[in-house]
């Protein structure tokens, strides 16, 4: 069956999360995972974290809380991938789902606050 580059990405990115599910699988529960093309053009230069590429490859949204009742998020967290950038910077499959998997690892432990290497333990370490 055809698959669309769209529909192959969007495989590698639920990949990647069923990769961090036997782990996290409660954590996850609350996590909404999602594709746009390429970042917003309106994100202001000062959201930038000051040692990333101008092109971000993904971005976290926490939970917002409830007005009604502010101990209760109103919607999920959701991390949101580029997939242009992230295919930019990929020169083939096998990179391209590296780099999917590195960069749901990386967003996943900002939103727990967390090392990337305690997400998962293969994550490469920096040192």
Same mark, same amino acid.
Do not use: C, H, K
């Given at each position: 069956?055809?698959? $669309?580059?769209?529909?192959?990405?969007?495989?590698?990115?639920?990949?990647?999360?069923?990769?961090?599910?036997?782990?996290?699988?409660?954590?996850?529960?609350?996590?909404?995972?999602? /594709?746009?093309?390429? !970042? $917003?053009?309106?994100?202001?230069? #000062?959201?930038?974290? *000051? #040692?990333?590429? *101008?092109? !971000?490859?993904?971005? &976290?949204?926490?939970?917002?809380?409830?007005?009604?009742? *502010?101990?209760?998020?109103?919607? *999920?967290? @959701?991390? /949101?991938?580029?997939?242009?950038?992230? &295919?930019?910077?990929?020169?083939?499959?096998?990179?391209?789902?590296?780099?999917?998997? #590195?960069?749901?690892?990386?967003?996943?432990? @900002? &939103?727990?606050?967390?090392?990337?290497?305690?997400?998962?333990?293969?994550?490469? #370490?920096?040192?």
């Amino acid at each position: 069956m055809y698959r $669309s580059r769209s529909e192959q990405f969007d495989d590698l990115v639920l990949q990647a999360v069923a990769q961090l599910e036997p782990r996290w699988e409660s954590e996850l529960a609350g996590v909404e995972f999602a /594709v746009e093309e390429v !970042p $917003s053009a309106d994100r202001p230069a #000062d959201q930038l974290l *000051p #040692d990333t590429d *101008p092109v !971000p490859l993904a971005r &976290l949204e926490p939970a917002w809380p409830d007005a009604r009742n *502010p101990a209760q998020p109103a919607g *999920p967290a @959701r991390i /949101v991938l580029y997939r242009r950038p992230l &295919l930019a910077r990929a020169e083939g499959e096998e990179e391209l789902s590296e780099l999917v998997l #590195d960069v749901v690892i990386e967003e996943f432990a @900002r &939103l727990l606050g967390v090392d990337p290497q305690a997400v998962d333990p293969s994550y490469p #370490d920096d040192d």
